[in-house]
């Protein structure tokens, strides 16, 4: 009996938080496997989304951007390879941070019923799109195996680099899981930045276009180091250099400490505020 | 002796409400605009603009509560609509923190608040039924162990592969009902869950609950039935405003719980002391005549209009208000809106008039009492009274016949008069 002893006094939930969320961990598996299952729910349709979306975006700015614009790809790698490995990335960080900042909206009639550490929602809420970010790669396979593009030794880092966007994503989604709650229009200027972003970032060029005078100003962006790093693993050649991924690497860790704390502050008062 | 189960020292909860806000959550823009306007209007005032003036009125939805439960006891937890009940659900399993005091829970403690917490629409029954239990606490093995048992329980083994968007809200609310009943957790919260389903399942939940009583699992009920708590409790505790009112006896707490209820004459209300504690809140019943007037005497020959005012403090579907007609203690009759107009949808912060128009030459003399229920149909119950709340009496017209003037309900017996045809001729 006396093994489950709870105390529940002011302030005290904090001072067991990694240990609840690691009491917590079914849960986490099972809201995934929620998210996942209700996403691929109708089954066609639901995988093929999570291929299309990627394809028609890359087609759009392989047109746009390489034959429209005509930039300069890198080496010989045809255009919408190159436009594909940069999407990846990017689609998964779009899509994690809407998704984890919707997550607790989403879910709050579980959050003003049942207590488990909040943070759980966001995490399952980036895992989800990390499944998409998955299936997305396959059709990177695929459409090297069409253009007959062999890929380097690089690929081996490509773990490496999935999981410096997953930190980025759960980081930045975290601290906008928490303004979402406490400011509701927040969601309203989200997609904005989102779509800021996609122009900000090398998804649809090379960063070999961007003018030397404000190159480093541009790399400050941390998903410059991680999109470029991803065309390096995937392609082979990129203009990556190892300032940029060590600023993506720096701003990841920084924003999921800075996230998680900004989270731990706020959730105590999540079940009242919604 | 036996160990507590709950242990509650000194619990003090607050919320703070801002003076003019009546919105829940606060948006981005309104906090800029409204920091720009008292910064300058600030300034133009001489005063330093960084100084923080912005009143806040603290509301104490719990004040200073202390108690024990025993282990294996079945405490019963009642009051108005804002005493705190919720709150201190909401406090024990730790949804929310306490500003003061401490809670000790000797034992895993789970929460029934709202039977289906969790269902995702989209998945089937069986899917569900892993979900929903994860959710509430229990362990993946746990799940399996029960799984026919819930199944069973539930009677839902031929839809196991539907998805529950697909079941009719009677089997929706039965399975929500057979995971939690099902958790093995010491410690169980429970909130107005047992008012849902058809009779039969109701039963069923009464007597899985009694089971539970027996398996030596600790019980807190939150309800406003009170045939419930007295059939399961023995002792309940009442709470008015925050303050525990009374703790021991269930029949002396009902008794006290009565007192504050009175019954009003004419017409009864309220003042809404609650914050967001219950969704759909009966803020007034009057009885009026045709003309409007609010009266309590009535002549058979006149209609009656029954007006009920309720509040919606969220989106509410499937909204049923009913409401018996007793009299000497018995049911006279029931009435519901539902079964006359499909107006059962109640937007979030709107004020609704439900009017019932009983017709003349319905009543024989006497007094009648009312007695109304909220509840959103066959999920949950949202008020229930359990006793008559407005009592109104009904006179025979005279002048319909020389006959009346020395009719009363003595020499007339029955419960209504209805005009029938009466034809007299002579053969």
């Given at each position: 009996?006396?093994?489950?002893?709870?105390?529940?006094?002011p302030?005290?939930?904090?001072?067991?938080?990694?240990?609840?969320?690691?009491?917590?961990?079914?849960?986490?598996y099972?809201?995934?496997?929620?998210?996942?299952?209700?996403?691929?729910?109708?089954?066609?349709?639901?995988?093929?989304?999570?291929?299309?979306?990627?394809?028609?975006?890359?087609?759009?700015?392989a047109?746009?951007?390489?034959?429209?614009?005509?930039?300069?790809?890198?080496?010989?790698?045809?255009?919408?390879?190159?436009?594909?490995?940069?999407?990846?990335?990017?689609?998964?960080?779009?899509?994690?941070?809407?998704?984890?900042?919707?997550?607790?909206?989403?879910?709050?009639?579980?959050?003003?019923?049942?207590?488990?550490?909040?943070?759980?929602?966001?995490?399952?809420?980036?895992?989800?799109?990390?499944?998409?970010?998955?299936?997305?790669?396959?059709?990177?396979?695929?459409?090297?195996?069409?253009?007959?593009?062999?890929?380097?030794?690089?690929?081996i880092?490509?773990?490496?680099?999935?999981?410096?966007?997953?930190?980025?994503?759960?980081?930045?989604?975290?601290?906008?899981?928490?303004?979402?709650?406490?400011?509701?229009?927040?969601?309203?200027?989200?997609?904005?930045l989102?779509?800021?972003?996609?122009?900000?970032?090398?998804?649809?060029?090379?960063?070999?276009?961007?003018p030397?005078?404000?190159?480093?100003?541009?790399?400050?962006?941390?998903?410059?180091?991680?999109?470029?790093?991803?065309?390096?693993?995937?392609?082979?050649?990129?203009?990556?250099?190892?300032?940029?991924?060590?600023?993506?690497?720096?701003?990841?860790?920084?924003?999921?400490?800075?996230?998680?704390?900004?989270?731990?502050?706020?959730?105590?008062?999540?079940?009242?505020?919604? | 002796m036996?160990?507590?189960?709950?242990?509650?020292?000194?619990?003090?909860?607050?919320?703070?409400?801002?003076?003019?806000?009546?919105?829940?959550?606060?948006?981005?823009?309104?906090?800029?605009?409204?920091?720009?306007?008292?910064?300058?209007?600030?300034?133009?005032?001489?005063?330093?603009?960084?100084?923080?003036?912005i009143?806040?009125?603290?509301?104490?939805?719990?004040?200073?509560?202390?108690?024990?439960?025993?282990?294996?006891?079945?405490?019963?937890?009642?009051?108005?609509?804002?005493?705190?009940?919720?709150?201190?659900?909401?406090?024990?399993?730790?949804?929310?923190?306490?500003?003061?005091?401490?809670?000790?829970?000797?034992?895993?403690?789970?929460?029934?608040?709202?039977?289906?917490?969790?269902?995702?629409?989209?998945?089937?029954?069986?899917?569900?039924?892993?979900?929903?239990?994860?959710?509430?606490?229990?362990?993946?093995?746990?799940?399996?162990?029960?799984?026919?048992?819930?199944?069973?329980?539930?009677?839902?083994?031929?839809?196991?592969?539907?998805?529950?968007?697909?079941?009719?809200?009677?089997?929706?609310?039965?399975?929500?009902?057979?995971?939690?009943?099902?958790?093995?957790?010491?410690?169980?919260?429970?909130?107005?869950?047992?008012?849902?389903?058809?009779?039969?399942?109701q039963?069923?939940?009464?007597?899985?609950?009694?089971?539970?009583?027996k398996?030596?699992?600790t019980?807190?009920?939150?309800?406003?039935?009170?045939?419930?708590?007295?059939?399961?409790?023995?002792?309940?505790?009442?709470?008015?405003?925050?303050?525990?009112?009374?703790?021991?006896?269930t029949?002396?707490?009902?008794?006290?719980?009565?007192?504050?209820?009175?019954?009003?004459?004419?017409?009864?209300?309220w003042?809404?002391?609650?914050?967001?504690?219950d969704?759909?809140?009966?803020?007034?019943?009057?009885?009026?005549?045709?003309?409007?007037?609010?009266?309590?005497?009535?002549?058979?020959?006149?209609?009656?209009?029954?007006?009920?005012?309720?509040?919606?403090?969220e989106?509410?579907?499937?909204?049923?208000l009913?409401?018996?007609?007793?009299?000497?203690?018995?049911?006279?009759?029931?009435?519901?809106?539902?079964?006359?107009?499909?107006?059962?949808?109640?937007?979030?912060?709107?004020?609704?008039?439900?009017?019932?128009?009983?017709?003349?030459?319905?009543?024989?003399?006497?007094?009648?009492?009312?007695?109304?229920?909220?509840?959103?149909?066959?999920?949950?119950?949202?008020?229930?009274?359990?006793?008559?709340?407005?009592?109104?009496?009904?006179?025979?017209?005279?002048?319909?016949?020389?006959?009346?003037?020395?009719?009363?309900?003595?020499?007339?017996?029955?419960?209504?008069?209805?005009?029938?045809?009466?034809?007299?001729?002579k053969?």
């Open positions: 009996m006396g093994k489950h002893q709870i105390v529940i006094t302030g005290r939930s904090s001072s067991n938080y990694w240990k609840d969320i690691y009491r917590y961990r079914e849960l986490f099972v809201l995934s496997w929620r998210d996942i299952k209700v996403r691929y729910k109708q089954t066609a349709i639901g995988i093929l989304w999570s291929v299309l979306r990627p394809f028609l975006t890359m087609i759009i700015l047109i746009v951007f390489g034959y429209f614009a005509k930039l300069p790809s890198v080496g010989d790698i045809p255009y919408p390879l190159l436009v594909l490995a940069g999407l990846l990335p990017w689609q998964f960080f779009a899509n994690s941070t809407a998704e984890s900042g919707n997550s607790l909206l989403v879910n709050q009639n579980l959050i003003t019923k049942v207590y488990f550490p909040r943070i759980i929602i966001p995490m399952s809420a980036t895992v989800t799109s990390f499944v998409d970010f998955l299936i997305a790669l396959v059709l990177m396979l695929f459409l090297m195996l069409f253009y007959k593009f062999v890929p380097s030794w690089h690929i880092f490509l773990p490496v680099l999935a999981f410096l966007i997953f930190i980025l994503s759960f980081g930045f989604g975290t601290i906008l899981t928490a303004l979402n709650v406490k400011y509701r229009d927040f969601r309203y200027i989200l997609p904005f989102i779509q800021i972003g996609l122009y900000l970032s090398p998804v649809g060029y090379s960063t070999e276009v961007v030397d005078n404000v190159f480093w100003l541009y790399s400050l962006n941390p998903m410059v180091g991680v999109i470029e790093g991803f065309r390096w693993c995937l392609l082979g050649e990129s203009s990556v250099q190892a300032g940029q991924l060590f600023i993506s690497t720096s701003v990841s860790l920084g924003l999921l400490v800075i996230g998680i704390r900004y989270f731990r502050n706020t959730e105590k008062y999540f079940a009242d505020l919604i | 036996s160990e507590l189960a709950i242990k509650v020292e000194n619990l003090s909860k607050s919320y703070q409400i801002k003076g003019t806000e009546k919105q829940g959550y606060t948006a981005l823009r309104d906090v800029l605009t409204e920091h720009t306007q008292t910064f300058f209007s600030k300034v133009s005032r001489g005063q330093n603009p960084l100084s923080n003036s009143k806040q009125k603290t509301f104490w939805a719990l004040d200073d509560i202390s108690f024990g439960v025993e282990q294996g006891e079945i405490l019963g937890i009642i009051g108005r609509n804002g005493a705190g009940k919720s709150t201190l659900l909401k406090l024990l399993s730790r949804i929310t923190e306490p500003d003061k005091g401490k809670i000790t829970l000797n034992g895993r403690i789970a929460s029934l608040l709202e039977v289906g917490t969790g269902f995702h629409p989209e998945l089937t029954g069986r899917e569900n039924i892993f979900l929903s239990g994860a959710i509430l606490g229990m362990k993946r093995g746990e799940i399996k162990k029960h799984f026919d048992e819930i199944v069973e329980f539930a009677g839902v083994e031929k839809f196991l592969e539907v998805p529950v968007k697909r079941y009719s809200s009677g089997m929706y609310v039965r399975l929500g009902f057979a995971v939690a009943a099902h958790l093995e957790t010491e410690i169980l919260l429970v909130d107005e869950v047992l008012a849902v389903g058809d009779i039969e399942f039963q069923k939940c009464i007597g899985k609950m009694g089971d539970v009583v398996s030596g699992k019980v807190l009920i939150v309800s406003h039935n009170m045939g419930t708590i007295k059939k399961l409790c023995k002792s309940c505790m009442v709470l008015e405003k925050g303050n525990l009112l009374f703790y021991g006896d029949e002396l707490g009902i008794n006290e719980y009565k007192r504050n209820y009175s019954l009003a004459a004419v017409q009864a209300s003042e809404n002391d609650d914050l967001k504690n969704k759909v809140f009966l803020k007034e019943i009057h009885v009026k005549d045709k003309n409007g007037t609010v009266t309590n005497l009535f002549l058979n020959s006149q209609e009656i209009y029954i007006h009920f005012i309720v509040e919606a403090s989106d509410v579907r499937n909204f049923t009913a409401f018996d007609i007793m009299k000497n203690n018995e049911i006279l009759l029931r009435s519901r809106q539902v079964d006359f107009v499909e107006a059962d949808i109640l937007m979030k912060g709107e004020v609704t008039e439900l009017i019932c128009k009983i017709p003349s030459w319905f009543f024989n003399a006497g007094d009648f009492y009312i007695t109304p229920f909220l509840s959103i149909h066959c999920v949950e119950s949202l008020f229930d009274s359990s006793d008559p709340l407005v009592k109104f009496t009904v006179k025979l017209d005279p002048s319909r016949s020389k006959y009346h003037d020395v009719l009363n309900e003595q020499n007339h017996p029955g419960l209504i008069f209805p005009t029938f045809n009466w034809k007299v001729e053969i």
